[in-house]
């Protein structure tokens, strides 16, 4: 691993040179299309060359200079990096900005970025810099310490990285300038890790944030000398964030969270694999900051600990469960051929504010994803779909590329946002999924969920015919044939919006919309998809049953397990409850399996 981080971070060092401004001592040309112009009107003020300049960036610049042992002109821009920060980036109260170019405060994630690197910085670098610069550092941390405390006291427990950051920062600046105080601060601390073990990380199955994680409780074990808290963090480490990173080795999560995986990949795309050895090429992420301070902060973290090291798990096949929030668990199965992930429960209470206010699924989250191991590393996703009346296509989780508008909620509502709720239950590689979708006030082309494939051409059968299916085909039941990789699908009854109204349902027959792309398949079950439309309604409801089956290489061995699937789909309505239209009854599915049997069951009133 050490050699590895070392070629990477020589590369990064040099790759990130052509982005260091002399006349700001800072990296700058980042993205400022990143930005809505709206935004960037509201917050940024003149943009001039190389902008935009980020003062966290440049110091993961700064830390992956001092780590590399580097020569005089390196240690001298590493020295003036910190300078120019502590002369541009605090404000009065001691907070940071996150940009050269803001006209004020904008966003608090700044002062744990910046402060981590700072502090990380100043302990193991500060010797080497004029006294002046590290009495200025170290006045600039003690004046931050008030301010991690007032946004501990306040962080959304659910928001794991910004609180985690402001507990553990907490207690390293405590240890550091106030240790009369530290059993107060360490005592907090260890009730925020019992709080992530007991009820869950929100932010899990997800690359991006479980790297920040990584790398504050890293920085954590680097800079603290408290036996207790010391423990604590690396028992969150290894019990909790390591052990799903291992899991998945160099996979993309499944089901995944705050993704940012718009191309729906089916491997990282980032550093850590191939830092680690789990992949053989060397990559970098989308994420500037990350792609120089986490492999800066393992590097400083092996040059201490250099017996570390992690494991690529190679039991196959594995499975893993892991609680999101009280009422949401993650559950993955990894063989060989493929990965299949869920949410049983989603949104988890902890995310529905994300939800509401981005008016949809979640833009970056994926409760249902299939990836492949076929040539194509092909994946499939399920994403919740709208096009308004102004013809504008809205995926959650997004489509492409991320920028600031694929933010956009999914449309343009009148009264109050879409909630959608998805139910799953998946053992091994089958999962039966339900979702309903209520408060949908809007006039609309196109509204459902559609299995996503990318990266492929499957050939699709019904369970009747040995031809394979045409374009645009619709039916009940298929098979798909994903490179010798065999899927069984099956949609359940769905709402049919068009023929229904706010008092009263009506159902479309099962059925899958099959059309191919380029390069890619849509097998859609969508509510409504005509002329633009106003509805008013409640309860859209639909599901499908989905089976990557095993030990499968010809068309007739894949309808022959087909066949042994067995699906009910009941609406239970009673005389007490009052339950009177099918669309509003409580609803039963099950599933008879030869590995098993599967059963939903929904009340509407309950959705439990």
């Known amino acids: 691993m050490k050699n590895r981080l070392k070629a990477y971070l020589d590369t990064s060092i040099s790759d990130y040179a052509k982005n260091f401004d002399p006349e700001w001592n800072l990296l700058g040309n980042y993205p400022a299309s990143f930005y809505t112009p709206d935004y960037l009107q509201q917050h940024f003020g003149e943009l001039g060359a190389m902008a935009l300049h980020s003062f966290p960036i440049s110091l993961a610049y700064a830390l992956a200079l001092q780590v590399s042992e580097p020569d005089a002109n390196a240690q001298k821009r590493a020295i003036d990096i910190v300078r120019a920060s502590m002369n541009l980036a605090p404000l009065s109260n001691g907070a940071l900005k996150w940009f050269l170019e803001e006209k004020h405060f904008r966003d608090g994630n700044g002062n744990f970025f910046s402060g981590l690197l700072l502090l990380l910085l100043e302990r193991y670098f500060g010797s080497l810099w004029p006294d002046s610069l590290r009495a200025d550092v170290q006045q600039q941390l003690q004046k931050m310490l008030p301010i991690f405390r007032a946004e501990r006291a306040t962080n959304n427990l659910s928001y794991v990285n910004p609180t985690l950051a402001s507990y553990t920062i907490c207690c390293l600046l405590t240890e550091r300038f106030d240790a009369k105080n530290i059993d107060e601060e360490r005592h907090e601390f260890l009730f925020y890790a019992r709080h992530l073990r007991e009820r869950g990380v929100n932010e899990s199955f997800t690359p991006t944030y479980y790297n920040v994680d990584l790398m504050i409780l890293l920085a954590a074990l680097l800079a603290s000398s408290d036996k207790a808290f010391r423990q604590e963090a690396h028992s969150l480490l290894h019990e909790v964030f390591l052990k799903q990173i291992v899991f998945f080795g160099n996979r993309f999560p499944a089901p995944f969270r705050r993704g940012y995986n718009g191309e729906y990949l089916s491997h990282r795309q980032d550093f850590l694999p191939f830092l680690l050895g789990w992949n053989p090429d060397y990559q970098t992420g989308t994420d500037t900051y990350l792609n120089l301070a986490l492999p800066a902060v393992l590097a400083l973290f092996l040059q201490q600990n250099p017996d570390f090291q992690m494991k690529a798990a190679e039991e196959l096949p594995r499975t893993l469960r892991s609680r999101v929030a009280d009422d949401c668990e993650g559950c993955s199965y990894l063989d060989k051929k493929f990965l299949l992930g869920s949410f049983d429960r989603y949104p988890g209470i902890t995310t529905v504010w994300q939800c509401v206010t981005t008016g949809g699924s979640g833009w970056q989250d994926a409760p249902v994803f299939l990836s492949l191991e076929n040539p194509s590393l092909s994946s499939m996703v399920l994403r919740l779909e709208a096009i308004d009346a102004q013809d504008q296509l809205q995926t959650h989780p997004f489509q492409g590329k991320f920028m600031m508008s694929k933010m956009l909620r999914l449309y343009p509502w009148r009264s109050f946002p879409p909630e959608p709720k998805l139910r799953c239950l998946q053992k091994n590689g089958e999962l039966l999924c339900l979702w ?92 409504y998809n005509g002329e633009a439309q106003s509805f008013v309604q409640n309860h859209i409801s639909g599901g499908f049953f989905l089976a990557v089956l095993p030990h499968c290489s010809d068309l007739q061995t894949a309808r022959q397990q087909a066949l042994l699937y067995n699906i009910s789909d009941q609406f239970i309505s009673n005389r007490y409850d009052g339950h009177i239209d099918q669309r509003d009854s409580i609803r039963k599915v099950s599933v008879q399996s030869p590995n098993g049997n599967l059963e939903l069951t929904c009340d509407h009133y309950q959705w439990k």
Request: glycine share 4%; net charge neutral; with cysteine.
């Open 436 to 527: 309903k979708i209520d408060r949908v006030d809007a006039v609309l082309k196109r509204l459902g969920f559609n299995l996503h494939f990318s990266r492929c051409r499957p050939k699709i059968y019904d369970l009747d015919c040995d031809k394979p299916l045409p374009d645009d085909s619709s039916k009940a039941r298929i098979l798909l044939d994903i490179d010798g990789i065999w899927l069984f699908l099956a949609a359940l009854q769905r709402v049919d919006m068009a023929s229904s109204s706010l008092s009263q349902g009506s159902f479309l027959p099962p059925a899958l919309h099959c059309r191919y792309g380029t390069d890619s398949l849509d097998c859609s079950m969508y509510n």
